[in-house]
């Protein structure tokens, strides 16, 4: 019994994280505050993260008492860029397994290593570089590799996708971001967001047949808050419905915003 329970305790285990996002600052707060419960569990820290939010990351990480250029001296935390990480593991054919794995895993392998007993906190922004340039297959694959690697290792991994959340195309993304992570961060707005969307439900479909919508998506077992997935759905089944729900939710939400 003793052994069985040590080889469930070493099992490889990832916590994969996501922040779905509109403003950089909303994503910088959520690392930040990701790497600072790290910090306090005495966990490594891996940032693989793009030239535009790391600044702004560190900023705020510095303002919970933590400097990076000090944890970087230490050994405490390892930055990357995430396009050049992107370039060094990706050959003609766009990411490479066996590049992921000496690039990223390698960078794992060697931070987990110098303390086997603490788990790696790692932030990562390869993926969203892909889905901005346009590259949702490549941004696919790469997810892939990462959770191929969550199933050798023990690290947690946060996410960050920038996404206009009324933008119809937006809604056609977001299915596949619920589904590869396990938990999806609140944003600060998600009431005003979610009293927004459920108005222009009502606004748009009339306040019956906006409850069947809710009710329906309301029995499904997953990680996006309700209104959420009233949209996912809604966008899936009635794209053009979803489109003028998605606008008139724009609107409620900049009015709530300016109230």
């Given at each position: ?27 910088a ?48 935390l390892?930055?990357?860029d ?68 969550a ?13 206009d ?65 009233a ?29």
């Open positions: 019994m003793e052994a069985a329970t040590s080889q469930r305790a070493e099992a490889p285990h990832c916590d994969h994280l996501v922040q779905v996002y509109s403003r950089s600052v909303d994503l707060e959520a690392a930040a505050t990701f790497f600072a419960t790290g910090l306090e569990a005495g966990e490594p820290l891996v940032a693989i993260a793009t030239a535009a939010h790391w600044p702004l990351i560190a900023e705020r990480l510095a303002r919970r008492g933590w400097q990076a250029d000090e944890l970087e001296a230490d050994g405490r390892h930055v990357r995430a396009e050049l990480t992107l370039e060094a593991l990706s050959d003609e054919a766009g990411p490479s397994a066996t590049k992921f794995r000496d690039v990223v895993g390698g960078l794992l392998h060697e931070v987990a290593r110098r303390d086997s007993s603490r788990r790696v906190r790692a932030f990562g922004e390869m993926v969203d570089v892909l889905v901005q340039r346009g590259e949702q297959a490549a941004a696919d694959v790469l997810e892939r590799y990462w959770n191929e690697l199933a050798k290792r023990n690290f947690t991994l946060l996410c960050g996708y920038q996404v959340r009324f933008d119809p195309a937006a809604q056609a993304l977001l299915p596949q971001i619920y589904r590869s992570h396990a938990r999806v961060l609140a944003l600060p707005d998600d009431d005003r967001f979610a009293a927004a969307v459920q108005r222009a439900f009502v606004d748009v479909l009339g306040d019956s047949d906006a409850r069947n919508v809710y009710t329906r998506v309301s029995r499904n077992v997953g990680n996006a808050p309700e209104s959420q997935l949209l996912m759905w809604l966008n899936a089944h009635m794209p053009r419905t979803a489109a003028q729900v998605l606008a008139r939710a724009r609107e409620h939400y900049a009015a709530a915003a300016a109230a």
